[in-house]
């Protein structure tokens, strides 16, 4: 059984686009989701955490949002460049003791 | 501040052989996590230390796999014997640890150490 589920596995879109990356999880017990890039070869990049008290985050052109009663964490990449291209990681914590449970990623591909 | 290192960066050992990995944390964190990714699955959860304890191994494979973090700083993953399937990305992270807890922590990633088992 998959607990945390993201889809499409992989999305190419024309620079400029604006799109959103979905993360989906079966148990609502969370404390905190946490979304994550990775380039080819690399490690992880944390981008946005958020608390289960909060319903989003944002940080530049990246906007995720978490609601718990639908098991759904939605991550929203505006005005997307070519540097976007890279693998997107959700992973939720729902035994407070940051055990990370993570989905299998979206590869996105933007191109010029 | 210097992130999350880990070394080696790659590693390709024949089967039955032994691989230690080295994680070195940011330093002053408390919270040490090895996660671990084999070809085509999730980064899966291994184990997590606070300070020098291990607070949750339940991720742990088997007993070939023994992990330390001498002193609460840096962490040691060892393999012994390897096998096949234990080819993957290893990858390390660490969190501050607030006197709350971990909840609402970041963590924090290494690049990861890529194992081959041949």
Redesign the interface.
């Known amino acids: 059984k998959?607990e945390?589920t993201q889809i499409p596995a992989a999305l190419s879109v024309p620079e400029g686009e604006n799109l959103v990356l979905n993360c989906s999880f079966t148990d609502s017990a969370i404390?905190?989701l946490?979304w994550?890039r990775q380039d080819p070869g690399?490690?992880?990049?944390?981008l946005l955490?958020i608390?289960?008290s909060q319903r989003e985050q944002t940080s530049g052109r990246l906007n995720a949002s978490l609601d718990k009663s639908s098991g759904r964490s939605t991550l929203y990449i505006a005005a997307s460049q070519p540097g976007d291209s890279a693998t997107y990681?959700c992973?939720r914590?729902s035994?407070?003791?940051?055990?990370?449970?993570?989905?299998?990623?979206t590869t996105l591909q933007v191109k010029p | 501040e210097a992130g999350?290192t880990q070394f080696p960066s790659h590693s390709v050992i024949e089967k039955g052989q032994t691989v230690t990995l080295r994680c070195d944390p940011i330093s002053g964190h408390d919270?040490l996590?090895w996660?671990r990714r084999v070809m085509g699955?999730?980064?899966?959860?291994l184990l997590?230390f606070v300070k020098e304890s291990k607070?949750?191994e339940?991720?742990m494979p088997n007993n070939r796999f023994l992990a330390e973090r001498t002193g609460g700083t840096y962490s040691t993953l060892k393999v012994q014997p390897a096998e096949l399937e234990d080819s993957g990305v290893y990858?390390c992270?660490s969190?501050q640890g607030r006197s709350s807890?971990?909840?609402?922590?970041?963590?924090?990633?290494?690049?990861?150490t890529r194992l081959l088992v041949l």
Not at chain 1, 42 to 46: F, I, N
Not at chain 2, 41 to 45: G, N, W
């Open positions: 998959q945390v404390y905190n946490q994550f690399k490690g992880l990049t944390s955490l608390q289960s990681l992973a914590d035994s407070n003791t940051g055990k990370l449970i993570f989905g299998q990623g | 999350v919270n996590y996660y699955k999730e980064i899966k959860f997590h607070q949750d339940s991720g990858f992270a969190s807890g971990t909840l609402g922590e970041t963590q924090y990633f290494g690049p990861g």
